[in-house]
Each structure stands twice: as C-alpha cells, then as structure tokens.
C-alpha cells in the first residue's frame, strides 16, 4: 500500500496532523506506528501501547531499536523499505515490555513508506500479534500427531502374550516421540496387584522395562535394570500416582518441595543427565493397579501439559489391558502346565517284563498348553496296556479333559478287553458324561508270550515298530472316530511284536508342519534305528532332536519294549 501526502513544514506528510492520525487509528484494533526516516516514532496507537507495554510517551522522538532492544535485527527490513518503496511483510519474534506467560510472542508486521513529493519522509508499520494463532496451530500439529501416535499404538504394543514384551513394546513405542526416556515398572506376578513393601512406606515394584534416546539409552541404565526390584518412597512421583490413581506430574527444574533422602537422590542423579520433567501414569485394568509408565524429558524439551496427560493416560489404558491378558495368561498356563506335568508323571509301578521311556516337550512358551497324554497299565500275565492320547484344544481346560479321559481309561483297563473294546466303552462313557472336548487315542498291549501287539486307532497317528538292528516300520491300523463323537467303529489290529522289539507312539506335535503332508511327515520316522541292546532313552533324544526342533505343538512320546532273555510260556491257569 503506498500512502502519499503533501509535506508539512517539519518534514512529514500533512496527512498525519496528530488529530487526523488519532481520529484515523487510536481505536483500530490493530498495532499502528508512524515512523519518521530515522525510524524513531512520531506516533504509536494504544493498541500498540498494549502490545509493547509502554505509553506512547515512551515511544515519542525514540528509535525503534531503543524502544524494543529485542527485536533490532527489524531495523534492517525497515531500512529496506525506506531505501526501495516496496511494502514487506514480515513475521517478528520475541518479547515486548508486556507482561505474558508466553516465552516466545509472535506478530505479523506490514511495513509501508510514505512518500512526499520532494523525499521520503518515513513509513507506517501495522503489526497484528499471532501468538495465540501460532500456538493454536502449533498445538493442532501436536494433537494430530498425538492422533497418529495412538492409532498405531495397537500394532506395536501387545504383539505377544508375554507381560515384559509388552512393556517393553510400550517403552520402546513412546521414544523419542512421546518421552526421552520411558520407564515401566509393574507390581510382582507372585502377588498381584499389592504392593510388597520392605517398609511400610515404601513401595516395591519390578522393573519391566527402560528406554532411553541414544546415547541416555545407556546412562539411564544406572537407575536399575529390568528385572529388578526397585523400592520407591512414599514422597516419590511413582508412589503418589499408585496411591491416588491419577497421572502426577514431576517438574524437577521448579519444585522446591522438601524430598526425603531417596527420591531427592535421585532426582538428583536424573538431573545430572539433562533429565527435567517427569510424568507418572498408573497401568490399570479392571480397576486393579498393575504398575506405572513414568515419561521423562530432558532440559530444552516441552514441559508436559494437559494434552499430553491425556495421550499418555490413553497410551497407558491401552498397555494396561494387553498386560492384564498377558498376566492373566501366564497365570493359566501355569495352572494347565503344572496339572499336565502332574498328570505326566511315570506311569505306575515297577515292570519287571517290559521297559518304558517317557518324554513330553512343551511347545514355545508362547503357546498355550495342549492335551497330550500318555499311560502305562499293568494288565493280567505281565501285559501292559500303553495309551496314547491328544485332547482337543490348550488351555486348562484342555489338561482337566485330559485327566479326565486319562481316569476313564484306567478304569476301563482293569476288565480285561481287547484295545477296541476299551475305545468303545470310552468313546460312550465320554459322550454320556458330557465332556465337551475330543481326543484321539491310540492303545497297544503287547503279549509277551504269543509274540504280538494288539493296536486299536481312535483317529490317532499310527505307531512305529523298530526292530534291533533293523529299519523303523510305520504300520498302518484301523482308524476310528476320535472319541465323544458317539460314532464307534473301532478295531483291533495284530501286529508282530517280539522281544527286543521297541513299539514307538507319539501325537502330532512331532510330526506335523505347515505345508507338509501329515502322510510324507510320518513316513520320515521310517528312518528310525535301533541298535541291539540300545537305550530307549537314546532313542527319545534321537527323536526329539531330529523331529522335535520346529514343533509348533506339545510333543509326547512313548517307547516301550519286551525285555530280552530266555524263552518263556504262558502260565497255565490253575484248576
């Protein structure tokens, strides 16, 4: 905009007598300054008095420079505009003589000359404070990226059913972004959700994970490690967010507050690193506390504020329902691996007649336990039944199952009847009981004297016969129904079976791979030997290490044989 006007006898355009000025400018909304061409002010609006924080007086006959010592890098721009005629608009930054809680103001200036006929006689600055517009769009960038941060929180934490992996997916998500270091620290899984206290105001916790940015990675690592306890006293940010529940911000560059001993120690030593602002918020889930998320940033970053709590609040929600499953979880397995293992134990009693090798190898901690089982039940005339079974599904449900048909069969055993007979009987006294869960089952009784093996499927994989000295034979038997169904239809296969002739079962976790046939999988342990006089133990740890490695199920497997020695006969029932 370029504004001309006839000269006045002191040098300046008669258009800004003082009362034209006033009448044009002192109620405009906008800052308003009339500069001569030394850049000192001949007159300032009050919204100008307002933005600068000084009376117009104090404007009058001064430079700009000496008015805002601040800002004097703008003399140069106003120079330009002096020298060339052109209007610029600028953006100024900085602090007036006005009292505000800002560090850093912002305003747009537009700067115009005002031209006489003869000379230039000074300019016109019109300058608008964008301060609040600037933070409102600062904070609007924060918030989507907040935004941004949240909606990729649930494909980066809980990943896992493991309770330290996703504390550690949550440390490791909120740096650098969110924290320059992030701490996670839950209450120990032994006893839930209370607090141990090695004094009574003291709070124990562990420490799941700790994140730092670069190099603070490392030198944060001083305040403990993972996996051990940390004990926090009763003044300290993590005790006082456990006790009210709610977020608690620490800011250690201006609170003056008495610390005890321990926490001002190490607000100290948090120092020491550059460390600043803390934020402490409590990982809850069902209303049952199981620890915090304690955000730290270092001098020079953002204080935390009110939209910060609430993102962190939400981040720490999100954590705290993956941990509560994960807890939750473990707490199961546990049950259903040590009810398994119980049940698992050597079979019964001494066998004088036959030797047995048992071996069960869960799968990854990460997968729930199955419903594998194995037994061994001594029967009339030294025989032995050996049951081999695989419960549908994990879980302990899975393993109660398990110990149920486990209770079944031994029951069934005692009557005597051939291996069909004893899968019929199961199979209806399962459906009937109203067990909800299949099995498959495999049962084989060896007759020591006549030489052979008596071998019954309920929708199990067939059994491996392994000669001494000889190839591995896979036999093909009957196959029924997996037992609950009601369906029936089993047989009894006889299979060759003399002394020194090893009878090898299994469940599918062995053998079975994705994208493998179940057939080509079984054929593999064809390949299997024995040596005369081996060890059936050895023979386990030949199996399990050449077709255990990549099982993605539990493995159970059984091997058993007749002990070698002199001929024997058949007792003869007594008259």
């Not at 005790?239 to 005890?260: A, H, K």
């Not at 069909?420 to 009784?445: F, K, W, Y």
């Not at 053998?511 to 005369?532: C, H």
Request: hydrophobic residues 40%; negative net charge; charged residues 25%.
């Amino acid at each position: 905009m370029l504004l001309q006007a006839e000269t006045c006898d002191d040098g300046m355009p008669s258009f800004f007598d003082p009362k034209t000025v006033a009448a044009l400018f002192d109620g405009h909304p906008a800052a308003v300054a009339v500069l001569d061409h030394e850049l000192r002010y001949t007159y300032v609006n009050p919204a100008l008095e307002r933005l600068n924080g000084l009376s117009a007086a104090a404007h009058i006959g001064r430079t700009f420079s000496q008015v805002l010592p601040g800002l004097h890098g703008q003399a140069a721009a106003l120079r330009d505009v002096l020298t060339d005629g052109t209007p610029r608009e600028v953006t100024v930054s900085g602090r007036t003589w006005a009292p505000t809680e800002e560090e850093q103001q912002l305003w747009r200036a537009t700067y115009h000359r005002l031209d006489a006929e003869e000379e230039g006689c000074g300019l016109m600055a019109i300058i608008v404070e964008i301060t609040d517009i600037a933070r409102q769009r600062e904070e609007l960038k924060q918030a989507r990226g907040h935004v941004a941060l949240l909606s990729t929180a649930a494909l980066r934490i809980g990943t896992t059913l493991d309770m330290d992996t996703t504390c550690r997916e949550l440390a490791d998500f909120v740096v650098p972004d969110f924290a320059d270091v992030a701490v996670v620290d839950v209450f120990p899984a032994e006893v839930g959700h209370a607090v141990r206290r090695p004094a009574p105001d003291v709070a124990r916790l562990r420490r799941a994970a700790l994140r730092g940015h670069g190099e603070l990675d490392a030198q944060v690592q001083r305040f403990g490690h993972p996996g051990e306890y940390i004990d926090f006293a009763a003044d300290s940010a993590v005790t006082r967010c456990l006790t009210r529940n709610e977020p608690v911000i620490d800011d250690w560059e201006n609170d003056r507050r008495g610390r005890s001993a321990r926490t001002a120690d190490r607000i100290a030593a948090s120092r020491s690193l550059g460390l600043r602002h803390a934020l402490v918020v409590p990982l809850t889930a069902r209303s049952r506390p199981l620890g915090t998320l304690s955000l730290v940033r270092t001098e020079g970053s953002p204080a935390f504020g009110d939209q910060d709590v609430a993102v962190a609040r939400e981040l720490a929600f999100r954590a705290a329902i993956d941990l509560d499953h994960a807890r939750r979880y473990d707490h199961e397995h546990s049950i259903a691996r040590e009810l398994q293992r119980s049940l698992l134990s050597e079979p019964w009693g001494p066998r004088p007649h036959v030797e047995i090798a048992t071996r069960y190898r869960p799968a990854d901690e990460g997968v729930l336990v199955g419903g594998d089982w194995f037994d061994v039940v001594p029967l009339k005339d030294g025989r032995h039944l050996k049951a081999m079974g695989d419960v549908m599904g994990h879980g302990v449900e899975a393993a109660v199952a398990m110990s149920q048909y486990r209770s079944l069969l031994r029951l069934l055993a005692q009557e005597d009847l051939p291996p069909h007979r004893i899968l019929e009987q199961l199979d209806t006294m399962v459906e009937r009981s109203g067990l909800d869960r299949a099995a498959t089952c495999l049962l084989a009784v060896v007759d020591r004297f006549g030489g052979v093996c008596e071998v019954a499927s309920a929708g199990h994989l067939p059994p491996v016969f392994i000669d001494p000295g000889a190839a591995a034979r896979v036999v093909p038997v009957p196959v029924g129904p997996p037992l609950g169904t009601g369906f029936g239809g089993y047989r009894t296969a006889s299979v060759p079976c003399g002394p020194g002739t090893v009878l090898f079962m299994y469940t599918d976790g062995l053998v079975e791979r994705r994208g493998e046939d179940i057939d080509v999988s079984v054929q593999r342990l064809a390949s299997l030997t024995m040596p005369p006089g081996g060890r059936l133990e050895d023979l386990l740890d030949q199996v399990l290490d050449r077709f255990g490695e990549d099982a993605e199920d539990d493995i159970a497997v059984l091997a058993s044989r007749v002990r070698e020695g002199p001929p024997v006969v058949r007792p003869t029932p007594a008259e």
